[in-house]
């Protein structure tokens, strides 16, 4: 599985921006798939996830310091995953990763995934 992510930029507080991960090489609908962040010197936190969850279907999660904020979507069909993040803040600046694991039950914890996109600058200003 390749993961490919796409969406960073510059953008003022209180602005939007759009993130994608498109994953090929493996058709991934059951896959759980995390979006994490990482700034210099600190360790690579959750942001937001999506899990196959079988019977009971999609689930999403959310780290409390993007709750209500950013909302994660998934497309199976395009191998896709989108965090949709509004009302942005300094604080979210960071270098944001995409993730996925065969493993579809839900995990915040970045060493219990298998596979990596590169990450994508998120730079907010006042």
């Known amino acids: 599985v390749q993961l490919q992510a796409s969406g960073g930029g510059l953008v003022q507080a209180g602005g939007s921006l759009r993130l994608s991960c498109t994953a090929s090489?493996?058709?991934?609908?059951?896959?759980?798939m995390g979006w994490f962040r990482q700034i210099p010197g600190k360790e690579r936190d959750i942001v937001a996830g999506i899990n196959w969850n079988g019977w009971s279907g999609v689930k999403t999660y959310y780290a409390d310091s993007v709750k209500g904020r950013f909302t994660i979507s998934r497309d199976n069909a395009k191998n896709t995953v989108y965090p949709q993040m509004n009302s942005l803040k300094p604080e979210d600046t960071a270098v944001y990763y995409c993730?996925?694991?065969?493993?579809?039950?839900?995990?915040?914890?970045?060493?219990?995934?298998?596979?990596w996109g590169q990450g994508t600058q998120v730079t907010v200003f006042q």
């Open positions: 993730a996925a694991d065969p493993r579809g039950s839900w995990s915040d914890d970045s060493a219990n995934y298998d596979y």
């Open positions: 090489g493996r058709t991934f609908s059951t896959y759980r």
